[in-house]
């Protein structure tokens, strides 16, 4: 009874709807932030060097890029590059990164050789995976209209993207050394932005 009331069977029926969509808003709620709050905390360069081969390798040597050591003294973390802002291909690239989670444990690339024997195959699906999205990372900083370069460097960056080609077609080794021999481009590319 509520007032005096007796409750029928409707009465409680509803309640009950109304309780568990109350709860379901809550629940929905919460898991909204839980998984916002995991998808920013697993994008974080804290995250990303968490791992020992992360951190000793792939960071130590972006220290020395034109990502991290320029004119204009702005770093960029590993997420910026490497972590679609998308919602699709962010998903599909924190499915990978399990992957990556799990070779982390195997202990696949946790000393300098194994980074070595193992940095062609994942500079390649780096590489491949960037000229898919049309260098969606680069094209959040980098906009060719904003450039301030001269003419000529202007119009080779014009010439290209006509073509059909994106960013990292030129730019590889731009954050991280080449695999093998090619480390001069890369000291080639980084000359442009210093």
Known sequence: MTGGKVMTRRDIGLASVLGLIVLGAAGGIIAAAGFDTAMKATSSQEFCLSCHEMKQFAWQESLHKAHAANRAGFEVSCGECHIPKAFVPKMRRKIIAAREVWHHWLGTIDSAEKYEHHRQRMAERVWADMEADNSAACRNCHQLDKMRVPDP??????????????????????????????????EASEAVFH
């Open 153 to 186: 460097i202007l119009q080779m960056h014009r010439n290209a993207l006509d073509g059909g080609m994106t960013c990292i077609n030129c730019h590889r080794g731009i954050a991280h050394k080449l695999p093998g021999e090619g480390l001069e481009t890369s």
